[in-house]
Structures are given as C-alpha cells and as structure tokens.
T-cell receptor
Framework: GAVVSQHPSWVICKSGTSVKIECRSLDFQATTMFWYRQFPKQSLMLMATSNEGSKATYEQGVEKDKFLINHASLTLSTLTVTSAHPEDSSFYIC?????????????FGPGTRLTVL | GQNIDQPTEMTATEGAIVQINCTYQTSGFNGLFWYQQHAGEAPTFLSYNVLDGLEEKGRFSSFLSRSKGYSYLLLKELQMKDSASYLCAVKDSNYQLIWGAGTKLIIKP
C-alpha cells in the first residue's frame, strides 16, 4: 500500500524558533498533499492544500506567513512553523493523494507532535 | 455551510455490535469515507461509499443513503483494539474532504 512518512515524529523547541516538518510519499507520486493540525480531543483541522510546483491554498484563519509550505516535488512537501509559540503546540499530520476524484483516499503520515516551550 | 454530524462518544461491550451514524450537508457529493484514528496516531482508511447501499469489509460495514445525507459504520464482534475515534468525511463538489469531529468509541470487557 501507499506509504507516507513524516519527519520528525516529535519535536520540542523554544518559543520564537522555527520548525520544519517534512512529508514524503515513499512509493507513489502525490499530486496533492494536505497539512492538518489536531489539538487534543479534537478532530482534524485542514490547514492547507499543496500541489507540486504551485502555491499552497490556505484555509481561512491560517496565516500563510506563519505556516510556510513548500511542495518541491511530487514526493515531498514541507511545513515550516515560523516563530513558534506555545499555542502552536499541536499534532501536525500530512496526507497525500493521487488525484482528487473517485475513491482515492488520502494516505496519512504518522504525524509530528510539536511542543513549544 | 457544510456540516457533518456524528455522536461525540459511544460505549459498547466486547463481542457486541455497534453502529456509528453520520449525517452530512455539503455542497455536492463525491463520496464518503470512514477513517479510524487511535489516540496519538494518524487516521487510517476504513471504507469508501459513493453509491447507495452497504459495503462490507470483514467485521466492518459502511452504509450510504445519498437522498437522506446519511451514512453509518457498523462494527461487529467488537474487540478491545477497536477502541478508537471514527471519523466520517465527505468529498464535496470541489473534491475537498469535509471532516466530522469524530466519534470516540469505548469498548468495555
């Protein structure tokens, strides 16, 4: 089956620093990747949709200058949390899909737990 | 607006059957997904329905009625490992997934 990896799986950083999270589709080329955030006991919140070679589409309320997304290739997307603050502490999950139509389910990465001190 | 409703939490007994309902109101419909998510982990795909009816896959079945904007996930022969959150998601006319808040299923011995 399709495998998506994320790195790092967890990170602890000081307030004000920037953190980069990588999302890779290991055995397929993903036309689209999604970035989600999930706070404890809450559902997934879509942050942005990313297509290779184009600018990401951000959901309402998500600051594009704070959450920088770079989709450099069909197998790699990165999310950089700039000047992280404690309220950015969350579980960040990426997913990848081959085409948007039909039963093409999103394949999720294992997630990255970010803790900002 | 777009909306997906699921019960917040359900409790069931090991070995029993449980049905988790999902109702939706979305702009367009291009399929409905069920995902399972264990605490602290990413969601994993369970099922996909785009036509009315029942899709069976082992102990799990998913039903869809497009006219009623309704789906359910049926879990049979419950095992302790089935304790998880179950997420209903609908793909809208723009092929974007709209997520429900999830149903936390607690299995008791």
């Amino acid at each position: 089956g399709a495998v998506v990896s994320q790195h790092p799986s967890w990170v602890i950083c000081k307030s004000g620093t920037s953190v980069k999270i990588e999302c890779r589709s290991l055995d397929f080329q993903a036309t689209t990747m999604f970035w989600y955030r999930q706070f404890p006991k809450q559902s997934l919140m879509l942050m942005a949709t990313s297509n290779e070679g184009s600018k990401a589409t951000y959901e309402q309320g998500v600051e594009k200058d704070k959450f920088l997304i770079n989709h450099a290739s069909l197998t790699l997307s990165t999310l950089t949390v700039t000047s992280a603050h404690p309220e950015d502490s969350s579980f960040y999950i990426c997913s990848a899909v081959v085409g948007l139509a039909g039963p093409n389910e999103q394949f999720f990465g294992p997630g990255t737990r970010l803790t900002v001190l | 607006g777009q909306n997906i409703d699921q019960p917040t939490e359900m409790t069931a007994t090991e070995g029993a059957i449980v049905q988790i309902n999902c109702t939706y109101q979305t702009s367009g419909f291009n399929g409905l997904f069920w995902y399972q998510q264990h605490a602290g982990e990413a969601p994993t795909f369970l099922s996909y329905n785009v036509l009315d009816g029942l899709e069976e896959k082992g102990r799990f079945s998913s039903f869809l009625s497009r006219s009623k904007g309704y789906s359910y996930l049926l879990l049979k022969e419950l095992q302790m490992k089935d304790s998880a959150s179950y997420l209903c998601a609908v793909k809208d006319s723009n092929y974007q997934l709209i997520w429900g808040a999830g149903t936390k299923l607690i299995i008791k011995p």
